[in-house]
């Protein structure tokens, strides 16, 4: 009992994932690679925070950072209305550029410009600044309207990074005619989110990725019934993560299954209620200590390892079906039949 115990405490510490340098040959190449993003990395991949009916950066995520150790999140949202007012202010030296016939003209390394002889436009004269007159380093009505287009079909380069193509053309959708273009009403404003790899002194492991993800839905949760909106988060990696979050669950749900199943057959084969449960109890112990061994192993729990779960209780049912039944056919007393059941049946069982 005082070994059942000890397992029965060691499996609630399983951890969920699947760590990819195991799944990899030793002499893949992506083994250095995942050891250096483990040894070096310390931060996370981006979080999207995606917002209907509230055109408003929530001031609740710069707060969640402060927290980073139960919050992951790394740094405070910024939505893409900052990132358009650095692009068109003065400081952003050449960001926003036009052409002398009005249109846009993108920084020296990109096309056009790259693709001249001489391989700047400033040198030819053919683009100039066009962040002038900005009034309180606001653009007025018209230039919001003019240059938020360029802005969203800007490509980030080594001049200028904050370049709206990629990161907003999709996020950010252009309303109206005549050039009365508002932003819609869907937008996504994001932030890095840490996965604690800035907070702790160790590699970051599966279990930081989902209990990021859990998290942030709580914390997006929280947000959702305080201010009435929709919101809700996304990340890169919660496409591959979001299993775990039920992966304990699933694996309980189905191991109860498999159990119950062996439990009704054992009862209409042996008819006997007290054999069924004690090879049901018995079914319980070994998959507490077959959990306890994959903590000591540091086994993670994901849908391979609940696969050879339920695939161990036929395994396990070979070993615990006979001796109860060779006990319920024996003749004699109790003490003679359990003789008569390890002497037959569990010497063959043991060995």
Known sequence: MLQFSVFVALCTRIQPGLEQKIVLPRDSYLQGYFNNVSEYLRIGPPLYFVVKNYNYRLLHIARASLIPESSYIAKPAASWLDDFLVWISPEAFGCCRKFTNGSYCP???????????????????????????????????AQFREKLTWFLTALPSADCSKGGHGAYTSSVELKGGHGAYTSSVELKEWNYSSIKFSYISHPPQ???????????????????????????????????????????????INLAIAIGVVFVVCLVITCSLWSSAIILLALAMIFMDLMGVMTILNIQLNALSVVNLVMAVGIAVEFCVHTPHAFSVSSGDRNQRMKEALGTMGASIFR
Not at 131 to 140: E, I, V, W
Not at 219 to 230: A, G, M
């Open 206 to 252: 599966q279990v930081d990725y989902v209990n990021s993800m859990r998290a942030q839905r709580e914390f997006t949760s929280r947000v959702s019934d305080s201010f009435k909106i929709k919101i809700f988060p996304y990340s890169v990696f919660y496409m591959f993560f979001e299993q775990y979050l039920d992966i304990w669950r699933t694996a309980l």
């Open 107 to 141: 920084p020296n390394d990109p096309p056009p410009c790259y693709a001249s002889k001489d391989g700047s436009c400033n040198l030819n004269g053919l683009c100039k600044d066009c962040t002038m007159h900005l009034y309180n380093d606001r653009p007025s009505t």
